[in-house]
């Protein structure tokens, strides 16, 4: 007989593992077995929830996103001006639960499934629609083009991702620093 509210954390613990794993792997070259190693349950209880280690992956990164969603909505609250939302996205971005080494790589995972795989590429246009759109609104009182604003920062932001990813070297404050100064650089160049 099953036990009765041991689901959700079931799946919130293959989930973290899911991040876990790939992070070690740098890859989702992981099987579902190890998923479930690291979360403490057996490989059945794994397929059971989730079916696959596809249909886990996109757990995580849901998870993933609605993590950087929450942190994004919090900076958001303390935004005064346009250029604060600008900043408050962009720090959100950087933020260390957000950049974590494991979760750096599990971004670029996303990418990299992206091409082949119908539903992470739509998860993956989903946050890039949300960036872009959050970018442009609030880019849009204090720049004369917020949309190729909004497209250079949302680029530099995955740039900063991509190159974390491969160095190995996540410094959250660094990356938010130099997405920062690109803000000011777009918004203080003459026009």
């Keep these: 007989m099953p036990k ?3 689901e959700p954390i079931r799946r919130s613990a293959l989930v973290e593992a899911t991040i876990a794993e790939i ?3 740098h890859s989702l070259d992981v099987t579902v077995g190890q998923i479930a190693r690291r979360a403490g349950m057996s490989t059945a209880l794994a397929h059971h ?3 696959g280690k596809d249909q886990i992956f996109l757990a995580a990164m849901r998870h993933i ?3 950087f969603g929450a942190e994004v909505r919090a900076r958001l609250t303390r935004a005064r001006t346009p ?3 600008a900043a408050a996205i962009i720090a959100a971005s950087f933020d260390e639960t957000c950049f974590a080494p494991a979760t750096v790589n599990a971004w670029m ?3 990299a499934a992206a091409p082949t795989n119908a539903e992470t590429r739509r998860l993956l246009r989903l946050y890039h629609h949300r960036l872009r759109s959050n970018l442009i609104h609030a880019l849009r009182p204090v720049s004369p083009t917020p949309e190729a604003d909004a497209e250079t920062l949302a680029a530099l932001i995955d740039g900063l991702y991509l190159r974390a990813a491969l160095s190995g070297d996540s410094d959250p404050e660094t990356a938010r620093d130099r997405a920062l100064s690109t803000l000011t650089l777009l ?3 003459p026009r």
Aim: net charge negative; no cysteine.
């Design 187 to 189: 918004l203080d160049a």
């Design 83 to 85: 250029r604060d939302r």
């Design 23 to 25: 992070g070690a792997a």
């Design 4 to 6: 009765v509210g041991m």
């Design 109 to 111: 995972t996303l990418y």
């Design 65 to 67: 996103l609605s993590d």
């Design 49 to 51: 929830y989730f079916g």
